[in-house]
Structure formats: C-alpha cells, structure tokens
C-alpha cells in the first residue's frame, strides 16, 4: 500500500465508525491536529498507531508479505 491509500483506509475507517477526528483524538490520547496530520500525511504514522487506530474504529488490522 502506498502511503496515499494508508491514509484513506484510516480516513474510511474513522468515518465508517462514526468518529470525528476530535473523537478519535480523544480516544487515542492525542490532540485533534495530530490526527488531522495523519489523515492528510504530514504525520508519519506507525504499526502501533495502525494498530490502535483499528482498535478504536473496531477494525482489524491485516500485515502481509507477498
């Protein structure tokens, strides 16, 4: 996945759940900009944030190598 396509699963997701940005901020302890940052790419985003990002928008959270 590119980095372009990561950013719109998350932006999906949050959505799907019903979640505003300032929503999820406050579930994942961080502020609403930060997750602004993320959903547009000038944040990078790691596994530990994908991870909890899919937790909290009950989601799960696939890794393959092909």
Same mark, same amino acid.
């Given at each position: 996945?590119?980095?372009?396509?990561?950013?719109?699963?998350?932006?999906? +997701? @949050?959505? !799907?759940? $019903?979640?505003?940005?300032?929503?999820?901020?406050?579930? =994942?302890?961080?502020?609403?900009? /930060?997750? +602004? @940052?993320? !959903?547009? $790419?000038?944040?990078?985003?790691?596994?530990?944030?994908? =991870?909890?990002?899919?937790?909290? /928008?009950?989601? @799960?959270? !696939?890794?393959?190598?092909?």
């Amino acid at each position: 996945m590119t980095k372009e396509e990561i950013q719109s699963v998350m932006l999906q +997701a @949050r959505l !799907e759940a $019903g979640l505003t940005q300032q929503d999820m901020a406050n579930m =994942m302890a961080t502020k609403q900009s /930060t997750i +602004a @940052r993320m !959903e547009s $790419g000038r944040y990078p985003v790691r596994l530990l944030t994908l =991870m909890k990002w899919a937790e909290v /928008t009950g989601k @799960r959270l !696939e890794i393959r190598l092909v």
